[in-house]
């Protein structure tokens, strides 16, 4: 496996690019089996998460070729099986996504429970319930779902705001017979562009972005192109990279309108930041501590959660960080705190930091995607050599990412 081996402790300075969004360009990967014809996806970033679903898209019978960086064409024409890798999509959360597209095409789908991340528990329940709200049936034995049936429109309305439950559910209906409502649908971008794709396909969509959405089913869709929306996320963490470690970054070939609950946390935490159409810069300030509150879009996005708290590190005064999404996804402190952190546990879903604190090098194993890029800005923070292990967890999400942070004038090398 390889590792990260990190001298931290110096400022940055220069420019990084973002990349197209992860989290957008798989599920349109996935949407692309709604359609017979060629779809050409583009800024698409080359990272693990891209390869494990072309891997399924290829398994299934799915032609998925890669002419150049950041380019994909995949064709649909025929699907040989509808039952989903298990191995793959065990290492895949996104997988869950795949099914609805699957179901509508092909009429059934069979599937193991998807993984991806230890974060906390992620049942499939609301995408089970929706697909039995339109029509399917579902049956579980051994160690698989199996699903099938011919999708008719409904009214749906999601218990918990679900940003892959709205999307597998606008992919369903997107072919059902009939008109489809859903209602309480979680409101990323990444929901809108999916929906502004599928509708350049032939799909009816209305509403993408709100809490209310309208999908008038059609017959088919043909194929399209699609330029994937850049990473907020990726864009999120490195505005806190730069402003953990005090460094004067610009960030480009982003979206700022996307991140208004992050500039609000950041400048109440003293940060000075430039925005302009589509970019950022960062500028060193001095840190005061701020409290933090995850939330749906657009709420403080909780993939930044874990970023924010290394910056609380570095900040005068005590904060709280308060997780609502996942239950699990606060127990990656236990790592800051023996680096030098002061954070207090209170519960599941709630921690206190107080800063600032000088963090020390380590050797660190990285359990997930979020919270091993949140072990690479401390570290970075922190003076001296650390390692971090698992790094397959960190490229699941960005590309090349030491390479990047080298021209910015990190000491960081993989072997």
């Not at 017979?177 to 799909?203: D, H, M, Q, V, Y």
């Not at 800005?377 to 003076?383: Q, S, T």
Request: hydrophobic share 40%.
């Amino acid at each position: 496996m390889d590792k990260f081996v990190i001298n931290g402790g110096n400022k940055l300075k220069g420019k990084i690019e973002v990349r197209g969004a992860k989290n957008a360009a798989l599920k349109i990967f996935a949407a692309s089996v709604l359609t017979s014809g060629t779809v050409r996806i583009k800024n698409v970033p080359e990272v693990e998460d891209i390869v494990r679903i072309s891997e399924l898209l290829k398994n299934l019978g799915v032609e998925v070729l890669h002419p150049k960086h950041g380019e994909y064409r995949i064709t649909a024409a025929k699907i040989k099986t509808s039952a989903i890798n298990p191995k793959i999509a065990k290492k895949l959360r996104a997988s869950i996504v795949l099914t609805a597209s699957l179901l509508a095409r092909a009429g059934n789908v069979k599937f193991p429970h998807p993984g991806g991340c230890v974060i906390g528990e992620r049942p499939i329940d609301i995408f089970l319930d929706g697909y039995k709200t339109l029509g399917a049936k579902i049956n579980y034995r051994n160690g698989l779902y199996e699903i099938k049936g011919k999708l008719i429109g409904a009214k749906f309305t999601f218990n918990n705001v679900s940003v892959t439950g709205t999307e597998a559910m606008i992919m369903a209906a997107s072919l059902a017979k009939g008109k489809t409502i859903l209602k309480n649908c979680a409101c990323e971008p990444e929901i809108e562009s999916l929906a502004n794709f599928l509708n350049s396909c032939g799909a009816k969509i209305q509403g993408a972005g709100t809490p209310f959405i309208a999908i008038e089913g059609v017959k088919s869709l043909i194929g399209g192109e699609y330029q994937t929306i850049p990473d907020r996320i990726e864009a999120g963490t490195f505005a806190i990279l730069a402003a953990a470690t005090k460094s004067n970054i610009l960030i480009k070939n982003c979206e700022p309108e996307h991140l208004d609950s992050l500039w609000n946390v950041l400048r109440k935490a003293g940060v000075r930041l430039n925005i302009g159409k589509n970019q950022v810069e960062v500028i060193p300030s001095g840190l005061k501590t701020v409290n933090v509150k995850t939330h749906e879009y657009p709420g403080f996005p909780t993939d930044l959660q874990s970023p924010v708290c290394v910056l609380l590190t570095q900040a005068e005064g005590q904060g709280l960080v308060h997780e609502t999404i996942y239950e699990g996804r606060l127990l990656w402190t236990e790592e800051l705190k023996r680096m030098g952190a002061n954070v207090l546990m209170h519960d599941p879903h709630r921690i206190s930091i107080q800063g600032p604190t000088k963090l020390r090098s380590r050797n660190i194993e990285s359990p997930d995607l979020r919270a091993g890029m949140a072990y690479l800005i401390a570290v970075l923070c922190a003076k001296g050599k650390s390692v971090i292990n698992n790094v397959y967890q960190i490229d699941r999400g960005y590309e090349k990412i030491e390479e990047r942070l080298r021209k910015i004038g990190a000491d960081i090398k993989r072997i």
